[in-house]
T-cell receptor, first 111, second 112 residues
Framework: SQQGEEDPQALSIQEGENATMNCSYK?????LQWYRQNSGRGLVHLIL?????REKHSGRLRVTLDTSKKSSSLLITASRAADTASYFC???????????FGAGTTVTVRA | AAGVIQSPRHLIKEKRETATLKCYPI?????VYWYQQGPGQDPQFLIS???????DKGSIPDRFSAQQFSDYHSELNMSSLELGDSALYFC???????????FGSGTRLTVV
């Protein structure tokens, strides 16, 4: 991947449980974004967190950002079968506008 | 609301053929990005345009070229196709650079 690692690579949980995935990156960033992708489909933007923010919420999603450790986490609470997808973090570096994606975490939510 | 439109959705080409992928950004979006996602891979940045000028270039092969037209739509031209070019090609658009992106549904290119 262009910018770092996501962990775990795959995650299998029961419906109703929480899912947490982590992302690390290498360069200084302007913002970090999380995307969801259903198998072979388009990338859906979930949430954007700026480098001066530490935590952000959107519905059942909670994102944290630690710029000192160059890492971010995405928490999905009360997971549903429809949350089954691959989740990618992507960073926009300072003075750069393109996104660099991590390798993704595949989440399977069992009914 | 209008989204980013990519065409075609699916494309099958033979080796050494040429393919053209089209991207129609959200109205008033002036920036377009192209990404390539191989099977089981993360999306890789290819090239971007801002106000019809190339603004950044990533790991795009010399066999590929792209441009952004006066109506802000963009086309990715791929020549001398190779089996390894089989991938999902995404286009994203934004208003200005460094702002929120919206991705299209992608074009799945299969080279046989």
């Amino acid at each position: 991947s262009q910018q770092g690692e996501e962990d775990p690579q795959a995650l299998s949980i029961q419906e109703g449980e929480n899912a947490t995935m982590n992302c690390s990156y290498k360069t200084s960033i302007n913002n970090l974004q999380w995307y969801r992708q259903n198998s072979g489909r388009g990338l859906v933007h979930l949430i954007l967190i700026r480098s001066n923010e530490r935590e952000k919420h959107s519905g059942r999603l909670r994102v944290t950002l630690d710029t000192s450790k160059k890492s971010s986490s995405l928490l999905i609470t009360a997971s549903r079968a429809a949350d089954t997808a691959s989740y990618f973090c992507a960073t926009a570096a300072e003075h750069d506008y393109k996104l660099s994606f991590g390798a993704g975490t595949t989440v399977t939510v069992r009914a | 609301a209008a989204g980013v439109i990519q065409s075609p959705r699916h494309l099958i080409k033979e080796k050494r053929e040429t393919a053209t992928l089209k991207c129609y950004p959200i109205p008033r979006h002036d920036t377009v990005y192209w990404y390539q996602q191989g099977p089981g891979q993360d999306p890789q940045f290819l090239i971007s345009f801002y106000e019809k000028m190339q603004s950044d270039k990533g790991s795009i092969p010399d066999r590929f070229s792209a441009q952004q037209f006066s109506d802000y739509h963009s086309e990715l031209n791929m020549s001398s196709l190779e089996l390894g070019d089989s991938a999902l090609y995404f286009c994203a658009s934004s208003i200005g650079q460094g702002k929120g992106y919206t991705f299209g549904s992608g074009t799945r290119l299969t080279v046989v």
